[in-house]
């Protein structure tokens, strides 16, 4: 009887491992085992820079981005997710899990006197990060930071809400908002200022803030490896990708060399087709009034290099996240990761250096320095540098080729159009192109895998991160921080979705930017332009807003507006209009 159990054992055994054998054939060489179902899984999210909705590949674009359309034909796709308009906002609510002004940035980061416009975190909330450490999460951020004031050398003293004092425990990136991609202010190491060439722990053979930020991550991930084994991890990566100044590499930009030649309305028909024949949007829809005529540009050259130089800042980004992603396969961890990829407010049709600056005289590149060279501690402040390290001026206006690092040149107001094809507005405003972004979730263990390259078309909005972070990561949401009473999140959990279930709103969602106004409840859409009477949209039909139905629908106007009105009285939005109030001290107070 024994020697029979024994056998049996024994064929058992042989059994088992033979059948582990394809599975070992199958895995990439150097990769390490994948985690199994139900462990708690790491969240990465990953947010780009005033980038419109049809950029990327699998929302229409024809900018290369092979990693990210990998993730979607491999993850679940919204197409109805929103942010706020505006960076800084939607940096506050995303970290926070509450409408921006609750945070206390309504706008941007200066203090306005009243409580939703301090222009700095407040004590009253606690990031993503901050909810999962105590669960046993690894934090880390990296890129722009831009919840607390940073432009100036006196606000670049105060770190109190620097991402090390906001739950990370690691920093590489940014605190203000924009700079040189070769050169970026408020460059930060931890709670260290650094700047991008004298720092001793990276060197690369030439400096590009893109790949800075890729790098970063990917160190983090395998430094977590090594140090942290068996311990999940959230990593919050912000690209300033692809925010003006239009900076990239020239091996970058080759790629698209004459590919916007034909101009704005044959880029934008095109991704029109393309998001009809993938499903995307309804065939029927209506494609948005172009914003300008290609006809009438006299510089064909220099604006269709602006737009080659774009499409190589979202490659470089992309081909970046392909990093991060191969390092994820390499520590055997992508299985169990759960990917978020969305953006901070649709395209930017700002015209930053599109004209010579009051401040700056040079309305023609240099060919030698003019400035003295910068020592490797000084510091870049503020957006706009006035020189480049070694010396040459920081030139703008019509005719300058964008690009190097001597040159600041947003793309304009008619590539901003195509970005945000077929929708109305840019960032700024909260009609669909100024808050629509796409949102790919990809997590193989743990979104149904009948939904892989699925589209789901239920609204939701950047605060519902927090919720669906909390939710899948088992942790609970405090109660206070530091003493102080915590508001409760406003947002609901996405995770439903990755099994293919209803996400339970049972609210509507609201905006408020510089007092453009909005608010989504089912396929009703009600939105207006600051002091400017209320439109109602039927989204369901007519996402690109180009049918007013508030004259048809009264009473629907009216109850809904009562609803914003209520909504904004309790979230600190009103006094409207307070972001234009004086600023009452430096902020970050």
Known sequence: MNNKIGFIRAVTAILALLMMVPLALERPAGAKRQPRAGKRPNIIII???????????????????????????????????????????????????????????????????????????????????????PAGYSTYA???????????????????????????????????????????????????????????????????????????????????????????????????????????????????????????????????????????????????????????????DW????????????????????????????????????????????????????????????????????????????????????????????????????????TYIAYGRGWANVSNTPLREYKHWVHEGGISTPLIAHWPLGINRALAGKFNRTPGHLIDLMATCVEISGANYPKERNGVAITLMEGVSIAPAMKGNAINRGKPIFWEHEGNRAIRDGKWKLVAKENQPWELYDIDVDRAEMHNLAGAHPERVIQMAAEWDRWAARTMVTPLGAWRRPVVSSGGR
């Not at 940035?105 to 407040?122: F, K, P, Q, T």
């Not at 940073?150 to 700079?179: C, K, M, S, V």
């Not at 520590?331 to 004209?355: H, K, M, P, S, V």
């Not at 030698?368 to 490797?376: A, D, I, L, N, Y």
């Open 47 to 133: 947010m780009s820079d005033d980038m419109g909705y049809s950029d990327i590949g699998s929302y229409g674009g024809e900018i290369k981005t092979p990693n990210l359309d990998a993730l979607a034909r491999g993850g679940l796709r919204f197409t109805q997710f929103y942010n706020t308009a505006r960076c800084c906002p939607t940096r506050a609510a995303l970290l926070t899990g509450l409408y921006p002004h609750q945070a206390g940035v309504g706008h941007m980061m200066e203090d306005r006197g009243a409580d939703g416009y301090r222009g700095d975190l407040n004590e009253s909330c606690v990031t993503i990060a901050e909810a999962l450490k």
């Open 142 to 300: 990296v890129g722009k930071w831009h919840v607390t004031p940073g432009n100036t050398p006196d606000r670049l003293t105060r770190t109190r809400n620097w991402p090390l004092q906001r739950g990370f425990e690691r920093y590489y990136g940014t605190i203000h908002g924009a700079g040189s991609y070769y050169d970026p202010s408020s460059l930060a190491s931890d709670n260290k200022l650094i700047t991008a060439v004298n720092d001793p722990e990276y060197r690369p053979a030439k400096y590009y803030y893109t790949d800075a930020i890729s790098d970063h991550a990917q160190r983090f991930i395998a430094e977590h490896a090594r140090r942290k084994t068996g311990q999940p991890f959230f990593m919050y990566v912000a690209y300033t990708a692809a925010h003006w100044p239009m900076h990239a590499l020239e091996k970058d930009v080759a790629k698209y060399k004459g590919r916007y030649d034909g101009g704005y309305e044959q880029a934008r028909r095109a991704r029109f087709e393309r998001m009809k024949k993938m499903g995307l949007i309804d065939p029927r829809l209506e494609l948005s009034p172009p914003a300008e005529d290609w006809d009438k540009v006299k510089n064909k």
């Open 303 to 406: 604006e269709a290099r602006a737009m080659e130089v774009y499409a190589a800042m979202v490659d470089n980004m992309d081909q970046g996240i392909g990093r991060i992603i191969a390092e994820l396969k390499k520590q055997g961890q992508f299985e169990n990761t759960l990917i978020f990829y969305l953006q901070d407010n649709g395209a930017c049709a700002e015209e930053t250096g599109r004209r010579p600056n009051a401040t700056n005289t040079y309305a023609t590149r240099s060919d030698k320095p003019v400035f003295s060279p910068m020592p490797g501690d000084a510091q870049q402040y503020g957006s706009i540098p006035l020189q480049t390290r070694d010396g040459y001026p920081v030139v703008m206006g019509q005719g300058i080729m964008p690009g190097g690092a001597d």
